[in-house]
């Protein structure tokens, strides 16, 4: 059976996303026609070895393109196509309507002024309230996200914060106006896994008191599994497989999805061999015809590199883009 990677209309809807960097003549296909639903007050994991086109994509969702970005398709927040807005009415909505949380947050801060004017600042464009009720939403905030001393730390300059407390700050700034859909690019990566723990649980509470929806890009799959209410696995630029998390931990149809999960330390004992998918990510400038994994794949037959596989749907909600599909339990 086939069937459209887009489910029922959501908060936030992908359709056919393509981003290319350069020129015409030697251009590089980063994301090459993603297409997904959002549902409100939905986690959504995405993962990938690096260059699967998993951070480009999220940024695209904002809007925030380099000089010669050649991007087509539809990226619509709550109906409105975000990609054909100009980008006054662009502006307006990024930080209110759909907010980020960028990789590293040292620097995504600007180093001359204090973390409280830039959040308090970012308050007043978008509400427009006065400034002693932006300060005062400001400290609502810091507390908001366990920031101790968190009237003292407004006055603090981003390099006087430590990277816990830099990306608590960056939160509370993403939730600084309330967004819809709250965009997270692996947001604890640079982080001890102490602090990354209490991060993640901050972020799920967050989330779950605040309503908000959102698409969350990360390396490790413990952490998925911890936060993301569906799991979407991203190669050579578009979906390899997208499922419930369960279904897709325990239940891989995608054998890059399995490779994946073979690979991972998560659950393994001292001495045990870990298994490694071989070869490297296809060079995005020059993809194969058929399915980019075809020449690391285990399970490749012979129409794998001929033509590119559409979704195929396993019960209502898994769906994987492969011709031989892994068997339905590990």
């Known amino acids: 059976m086939k069937h459209d990677i887009i489910a029922e209309p959501g908060i936030l809807e992908v359709s056919n996303l ?55 398709g539809h990226v619509r927040l709550a109906g409105q196509d ?12 990024r930080g209110r309507d759909v907010s980020m949380i960028f990789q590293e947050p040292m620097t995504s801060f600007d180093p001359v ?25 400001a400290l ?9 001393s968190a009237k003292s730390r407004l006055t603090n300059y981003p390099h006087e914060m430590s990277g816990g407390m830099r990306q608590r700050v960056m939160i509370a700034l993403a939730l600084a106006c309330r967004p819809k859909v709250l965009l997270a690019d692996e947001p604890t990566t640079a982080l001890d896994v102490t602090v990354q723990i209490q991060i ?7 989330q779950r008191e605040m309503g908000m929806s959102v698409v969350f890009v990360t390396h490790d799959i413990g952490v998925a599994a ?72 285990g ?5 794998c590199t001929e033509k590119m596989p559409e979704m195929t749907v396993f019960g209502k909600t898994h769906m994987a883009r492969c011709y031989n599909p892994e ?4």
Do not use: W
Not at 113 to 137: C, K, L, N
Not at 140 to 148: D, M, Q, S, T
Not at 264 to 292: F, K, M, S, V
């Open 299 to 303: 399970r490749s037959v012979a129409a």
């Open 113 to 137: 002024f204090t973390v409280g004017r830039q959040i308090t600042e970012t308050i007043r464009r978008h509400d427009g309230v006065s400034e002693q009720d932006a300060q005062a939403r």
């Open 200 to 206: 993640l649980l901050l972020l799920r509470e967050l």
């Open 226 to 297: 911890e936060v993301a209410d569906r799991i979407g696995v991203m190669y050579a630029g578009r979906f390899a497989e997208l499922a419930p998390t369960r279904a897709a931990i325990l239940t891989p149809r995608h054998p890059y999805t399995r490779g994946l999960l073979a690979a991972t330390i998560h659950g393994q004992q001292r001495g045990d061999h870990i298994e490694t998918i071989p070869g490297a990510p296809p060079n995005l400038a020059h993809l194969p015809t058929g399915c980019a994994f075809a020449p690391r794949c």
């Open 18 to 72: 393509h981003v290319a960097f350069g020129r015409p003549k030697d251009r590089v296909s980063v994301v090459n026609g993603v297409d997904f639903s959002l549902a409100k007050g939905e986690v959504l994991g995405i993962l990938g070895e690096s260059g699967s086109g998993k951070s480009v994509m999220l940024r695209s969702l904002m809007g925030l393109f380099p000089r010669r970005t050649h991007v087509t």
């Open 327 to 330: 068997p339905s339990q590990i």
């Open 140 to 148: 609502e905030l810091f507390e908001l996200v366990a920031i101790p």
């Open 82 to 93: 975000l990609l054909a807005m100009d980008k006054k009415t662009l502006r307006n909505i």
